[in-house]
């Protein structure tokens, strides 16, 4: 089996949680591949997300490192090699990888938070406002790309609108929802479609106004924190000049849920957040 040359998010995460896995028991990775039966460069291949490995090797994996939490066992045997390609493959070598990466931290999360202070919550984006943000990018991209990316990005909205919608709660600031991006007509629609969104029973949307003042990550303009199966699997995305930042270190995601925690208490309730984007909608 060849070396993946960039493995994705997901595989990379599947590696570091082994990693810890190993470290956590005091066995030195010569030692694990011996017991597991194996050549000694497999263990480090795999803890590098450079290979997979079946369900079987992982829970024989598991027990040598006495692992005796079984919902983190089962929520990496999801992950492992095995299991079908998602949908936003389609996309790849198409569109940037962090933009997959994203789709399937979203499709394999089983709950949603998100912080937004300059943009609106991407999963609840229309097609024109969508694609007057990747209008925006400098330098200009190809028409092609540009469509490609608004069709992935309209894709990933599955996750809350499909069949099997998962809880998403989002904190929008104002300077979000008063951004005219697209033009009146573009921007009067997006916020129509958002709050149609608002009142899907799984999402709640959250709007901190100015008057609120400052809060925890005010600094970052856009945060999602993808909340796994099993915790020790959760991840912060955050966006950056250069693209998406991971984020997997336990004290970090722990500093995170605190602070989401407190952004959501100096928000509106969704009531009043619904009211404020009525309001917002009859001065455009």
Not at 188 to 214: M, W, Y
Request: aromatic letters at 6%; proline letters at 6%; one cysteine or more.
């Amino acid at each position: 089996m060849a070396p993946r040359q960039t493995p994705t998010i997901l595989q990379r995460r599947f590696g570091i949680e082994l990693r810890r896995l190993r470290e956590g028991a005091g066995m030195t990775a010569p030692i694990a591949a011996d017991l597991l039966g194996t050549d000694r460069t497999v263990i480090s291949n795999v803890e590098a997300g450079r290979f997979g490995i079946s369900e079987e090797r992982l829970r024989r994996l598991a027990s040598i490192y006495e692992c005796s939490d079984s919902s983190l066992v089962d929520a990496l045997a999801g992950l492992t090699g095995g299991r079908k390609s998602g949908w936003w493959e389609e996309y790849r070598g198409k569109i940037p990888p962090g933009f997959l990466d994203v789709s399937a931290l979203e499709h394999y999360a089983v709950r949603l938070r998100t912080v937004q202070i300059a943009h609106l919550p991407g999963l609840f984006h229309t097609e024109d406002h969508a694609r007057a943000i990747f209008e925006l990018f400098v330098p200009a991209m190809p028409r092609l790309e540009i469509e490609l990316r608004v069709a992935h990005r309209l894709a990933r909205q599955s996750v809350v609108t499909g069949e099997h919608p998962i809880p998403y709660t989002g904190v929008i600031h104002e300077a979000a929802i008063r951004m005219q991006i697209g033009g009146l007509g573009v921007t009067r629609a997006q916020l129509l479609h958002l709050l149609d969104a608002s009142e899907r029973p799984n999402v709640t949307l959250h709007v901190v106004p100015f008057a609120a003042g400052g809060f925890p990550l005010l600094g970052d303009s856009s945060i999602l924190y993808a909340k796994a199966p099993n915790q020790h699997l959760d991840t912060v995305q955050l966006d950056s000049p250069t693209g998406a930042v991971f984020i997997d270190s336990p004290t970090q995601l722990a500093n995170f849920r605190t602070r989401l925690d407190m952004v959501e208490k100096v928000a509106l309730t969704p009531v009043k957040s619904r009211d404020f984007i009525r309001s917002v909608l009859k001065e455009l």
